[in-house]
């Protein structure tokens, strides 16, 4: 999706990021320069640990991104701020569903929301959504978890960006984790165009440091090297195989899929409102089917 303030949008990220980096640029020539004798003397003693260590560890299995968790990034204790400030109104209260206060549920509502960052009705949903989202998980009613997914891979001019957003989230993920959510907003609600090259990592580096990444080092390495291209590529091939867990044969054949309890919601994706509605009457039904413990009798 590409929205109307896209490019100025994308222009003020760059100029952020690029101002938050150029503050870091000459510090680290100092530091450079200072521990260069040291790093050429202590690169001999190191070659054996590396050796012995570090190779183990990268050859063999796949990078898995810190906080990731049966296949996706939960969000209930980051910064959602973005997300809260996505729409300038409050979304319309249901007229026929009790408030969720009427029904309460034993544990929050599990919301799960797989993602394409290229899917142009991924970034409707965030849009319309992503305050009430952030309202519900604030108070304690719903448990969110995003699933970056790479099906869209193929769709930007042969630069893979699908896998390479996802592998960007999973860095941020890893990395900067409060800043998390705000990027997942930002790569779903200021998407390139479909069929275009996508931003390039240097790009999605940019605009992770703009939206409030620290140890900005470290997530920018590990968006520009593609970390995580290869677990993109894995936990998209795991989504695609078969029945999602906690649902009763819901399959991913599109994105955005949204799961309230494993239940799929198919309404509108740009209607805050019916999404309330099915999320309240999911929430309802759960609450009604709960059995009323039985009454111990008094002896």
């Not at 009427?102 to 599990?110: F, G, M, N, R, S």
């Not at 099906?151 to 960006?161: D, E, F, P, R, V």
Request: contains cysteine; hydrophobic residues 40%.
């Amino acid at each position: 999706m590409s929205s109307d303030e896209t490019p100025g949008r994308r222009d003020a990220l760059r100029a952020k990021a690029k101002q938050v980096t150029a503050k870091q640029a000459r510090a680290r020539v100092l530091w450079r320069v200072a521990a260069g004798v040291v790093i050429v003397g202590a690169l001999t003693a190191a070659g054996i640990a590396i050796t012995n260590t570090v190779v183990p560890e990268v050859t063999g299995e796949t990078q898995v991104p810190r906080g990731f968790v049966d296949g996706g990034f939960t969000v209930d204790d980051v910064d959602l701020s973005s997300m809260a400030d996505a729409t300038p109104e409050a979304t319309p209260a249901p007229t026929e569903e009790p408030e969720p206060s009427e029904t309460p549920a034993e544990a929050p509502v599990q919301i799960r929301i797989y993602v394409d960052y290229l899917s142009e009705e991924a970034g409707v949903f965030e849009a319309a959504n992503a305050a009430q989202l952030a309202q519900w998980v604030t108070g304690g009613d719903v448990s969110l978890t995003y699933h970056p997914v790479a099906m869209l891979t193929a769709k930007s001019s042969g630069t893979k960006y699908s896998q390479r957003a996802v592998s960007a989230a999973a860095c941020v993920a890893t990395h900067a984790r409060d800043a998390f959510a705000a990027y997942n907003h930002e790569l779903l609600t200021n998407q390139p165009e479909v069929g275009s090259k996508g931003y390039t990592d240097e790009e999605l580096a940019d605009l992770a440091v703009a939206v409030g990444a620290d140890n900005t080092r470290a997530v920018r390495d590990c968006i520009e090297g593609q970390d995580y291209a290869a677990w993109a590529r894995e936990t998209t091939a795991e989504a695609l195989d078969g029945a999602l867990p906690g649902t009763e044969d819901v399959d991913l054949v599109g994105v955005p899929l949204v799961l309230v309890d494993g239940q799929a919601y198919v309404g509108s994706l740009d209607d805050p409102a019916e999404f309330t509605q099915f999320v309240l009457t999911v929430e309802s039904d759960a609450y009604l089917a709960t059995p009323t413990p039985t009454p111990t009798p008094a002896e």
